[in-house]
């Protein structure tokens, strides 16, 4: 019995209080709740423990050099950590490596779009998307919001994996190099939008005229595709490097929808092989499975078996394979 595809009627209704008899969480989900609440308890440890190194509210690095792990004085070791605040930064220890990294990496760039608001202020005024991608963009979002994104989606690109930034000195380098550099690294990434958005845009008049009459099953198909693709905030949950393979997903689309008058029963056959493992991922979604980094393998995975098989002359990223699809999910 696959216990992931029970219904959620037949699960246990869990209601976890206080000592004060206060609700603290509730739920259907065991292992949710547990994942939940226990990360509460280790961060309020971990600020009890941290009592000396817990920072709030700053705005340029003002922080000794900071250790990779310290032990606290109860034993445990923990990792001391910049945290995002949003107008400011903060320091914090963690009681593990990878959400020491995580929350690092969101720190450092922070405090570095904070020493570079007059370049980000530019930027967003000269950011290089053209009004026929913007037009395109507004039936999503708007315009703002994606010059916004593409500004910190760029920041990020150019400087890279920043984990390893623990002193003033490495600080205060990379600021000079992201100051030279992150023009360049955003003119590449609005080109990129330039290509695709406007595709975006025939494609879906296409998609809600004549696709959606004639072949729903397709519309519904390549409507979800479209809308895991494209959505708000979609431009800062890319790994770096993916918005460069975005023209050929929208490309294959193209492909896909000029070929279906053709031959209808060849497209029925091409949906049916990647209908399995994209409903997989759907399904995962819909559960509540933590995106993490084997599923946003997978599921860019599933886009390249999908560019492989509608649109095969464009060329794949990666070689993709049933095999390898399935090697995949199982990491999941």
Not at 36 to 42: C, E, H, N, P, T
Not at 85 to 104: C, I, K, M, P, Y
Not at 127 to 134: E, F, K, N, V, Y
Request: glycine share 6%; aromatic share 10%; proline share 2%.
């Amino acid at each position: 019995l696959d216990d992931e595809t029970l219904p959620d009627h037949f699960r246990f209704f869990i209601r976890v209080t206080g000592s004060d008899g206060e609700l603290a969480d509730s739920g259907r989900r065991l292992a949710s709740i547990q994942q939940k609440l226990g990360r509460q308890a280790q961060r309020r440890f971990m600020d009890r423990q941290g009592g000396e190194f817990n920072r709030d509210g700053e705005t340029e690095w003002t922080f000794d050099r900071l250790s990779g792990s310290v032990t606290t004085s109860d034993g445990a070791t923990a990792w001391p950590a910049l945290v995002d605040q949003e107008a400011a930064v903060g320091l914090r220890l963690f009681d593990t490596w990878e959400e020491a990294v995580r929350s690092h990496q969101d720190g450092v760039l922070r405090l570095l779009s904070l020493q570079l608001v007059d370049k980000m202020k530019y930027l967003n005024s000269h950011h290089g998307i053209q009004q026929q991608a913007l037009l395109a963009w507004s039936s999503i979002d708007s315009a703002q919001s994606l010059v916004s994104d593409l500004v910190r989606r760029s920041l990020a690109d150019t400087a890279a994996d920043v984990s390893d930034i623990r002193s003033r000195e490495q600080f205060d380098s990379l600021c000079v190099r992201v100051r030279s550099q992150i023009g360049n690294t955003q003119l590449k990434q609005a080109a990129v939008l330039n290509d695709f958005l406007p595709r975006y845009g025939r494609l879906a008049a296409e998609l809600h005229g004549r696709v959606e009459t004639a072949r729903p099953e397709v519309f519904d198909d390549i409507r979800t595709q479209l809308e895991d693709l494209l959505y708000p905030g979609f431009l800062s949950d890319l790994e770096t490097g993916r918005l460069a393979h975005y023209p050929r997903y929208f490309k294959a689309i193209e492909e896909r929808m000029a070929q279906l008058e053709q031959d209808p029963q060849r497209d029925a056959r091409r949906m049916a092989q990647v209908e399995r493992w994209w409903h997989l991922y759907l399904q995962a979604l819909e559960a509540g499975r933590v995106y993490d980094e084997n599923m946003d393998d997978y599921r860019w995975l599933v886009e390249e078996y999908r560019v492989s098989l509608y649109a095969q002359r464009l060329g794949t990223a990666e070689k993709v394979s049933e095999k390898r699809l399935t090697d995949a999910w199982k990491k999941t």
